[in-house]
């Protein structure tokens, strides 16, 4: 399995403003996976975060409002820019863990950053 | 893409019974099949998962079945407690990404 830390835990933010959300994982990985999760809904993709290479975003999601760093094979950040009331939600850090350390690994999560925008 | 669908979106059960959430996928590509339970407040737990040169797998109550023919596969849950109290999702895996069902919220009565 894979040990995933994600601060903050939560966060309650005024409109306009930004929050990065960090994601810890206890051993290298090749890639990290951002998720967002409305509530009471299911998991969406928000992108893929290689290290060394730009993040590939998902339909409906641009950098400019997500722009995600990955510095090294362990840690990334996501950012959630100008915030508004439709952005609470919970956000998910993942990462693959298996053979490759890819995407069609077996996926594990982090506890989640719950978002709150006033 | 892929579309998982899944069935039901709540389910209530009494203390002892079994539980089965049933999943469906579109796509014939999609080659393994995971299950998370997520708790109220904290992330998405693997539970059990399966690949698709594999039928069945078990691991102690908890149990996952695979039909590729029909698309579906299937969460058995026997013996249930309260503390299998939580929402569950299935997701298909597909060319380098998840599709996640909408979520089953079992409630375990007792």
């Known amino acids: 399995s894979a040990v995933i830390s994600q601060k903050p835990s939560r966060d309650i933010c005024q409109r306009g403003t930004s929050l990065t959300i960090q994601c810890q994982v206890d051993s290298q990985v090749t890639m990290m996976f951002w998720y967002r999760q409305q509530p009471g809904q299911s998991l969406t993709l928000i992108a893929t975060?290689?290290?060394?290479?730009?993040?590939?975003?998902e339909s409906g999601f641009v950098i400019d409002k997500f722009p995600i760093s990955r510095p090294n094979l362990t840690f990334s950040t996501l950012t959630v820019s100008n915030l508004s009331p439709e952005d609470s939600s919970i956000y998910l850090c993942?990462?693959?863990?298996?053979?490759?350390?890819?995407?069609?690994?077996?996926?594990?999560f982090g506890p989640g950053t719950r978002l709150t925008v006033l | 893409g892929e579309n998982v669908e899944q069935h039901p979106s709540t389910l209530s059960v009494q203390e002892g019974d079994s539980a089965v959430i049933k999943c469906t996928y579109s796509?014939?590509?999609?080659?393994?099949f995971p299950w998370y339970k997520q708790e109220l407040g904290k992330g998405p737990q693997l539970i059990i998962d399966?690949?698709?040169?594999?039928g069945e797998k078990k691991d102690q109550r908890i149990a996952v079945t695979l039909n590729k023919t029909a698309k579906h596969f299937s969460l058995h849950i026997t013996e249930t407690q309260p503390e299998d109290s939580a929402v569950y999702f299935c997701?298909?895996?597909?060319?380098?990404?998840?599709?996640f069902g909408s979520g089953t919220k079992l409630n375990v009565k007792p």
């Open positions: 997701a298909a895996h597909n060319f380098n990404k998840f599709y």
């Open positions: 993942s990462v693959g863990r298996g053979t490759s350390g890819g995407a069609e690994d077996t996926q594990y």
């Open positions: 399966i690949r698709s040169n594999v």
């Open positions: 796509d014939s590509a999609s080659n393994y």
């Open positions: 975060a290689n290290q060394g290479s730009e993040a590939t975003y």
